[in-house]
């Protein structure tokens, strides 16, 4: 009977969906205008920890993530700018920016190509929070590791960022691109 049982179990918990870990990192580029001229920085993430839910075949069914940026991180190679992008941003108030998935993977599927193409996630800036959609290109993905980027557009006025005017005639435009370059290591078997 006590083998019986424990083969019963061993099935059981075989059968059971699995949660895998990746440990994450990248960078992002972020890009706008001004009445002059484009203008462009960079940020890195802080490293970050993936949690993807599988169901019984080994299909990722569930994404939880939390992804920051360090406000004092972003840097346009250009220190005036700099202060000024930081004093817009409140820095000192809201020094961190926030993406957090809570995704079910049927939302980040593209059903005709079977591959990632969209990642839903709620930003956080400036104590606000924002519902955005990224598009994922340069999907690669092996057991162990995966690589993407992740294109997506913000409003500096939908996101409550004023960024004063520069000698009353140099302004920056509302959109501001960003592209991510992600890397994933799952750290989990």
């Known amino acids: 009977m006590k083998v019986l049982l424990f083969a019963l179990l061993a099935v059981v918990l075989q059968s059971q969906a699995a949660t895998t870990q990746w440990q994450g990192g990248g960078e992002i580029v972020f890009s706008g205008t001004s009445t002059l001229h484009s203008w462009s920085g960079k940020v890195k993430t802080e490293p970050f ?48 920016i926030t993406a957090t998935m809570n995704t079910p993977f049927t939302q980040i599927m593209d059903p005709a190509s079977k591959q990632p193409a969209y990642l839903p996630f709620v930003l956080e800036l400036l104590g606000k ?46 959109t501001i691109k960003l592209h991510a370059s992600i890397k994933l290591v799952r750290t989990n078997d």
């Open 129 to 174: 929070k924002h519902q955005v959609v990224g598009h994922i290109s340069q999907w690669k993905a092996t057991d162990k590791e995966a690589t993407f980027d992740l294109n997506f557009d913000l409003s500096l006025k939908d996101c409550g960022i004023t960024v004063p005017s520069v000698l009353l005639v140099i302004r920056v435009g509302d």
């Open 49 to 96: 920890t993936a949690m993807v839910a599988t169901n019984d075949s080994g299909q990722p069914t569930h994404l939880d993530a939390k992804v920051q940026v360090k406000v004092l991180g972003m840097d346009t190679a250009e220190p005036d700018r700099d202060v000024n992008m930081r004093k817009a941003m409140n820095a000192t108030g809201f020094p961190l």
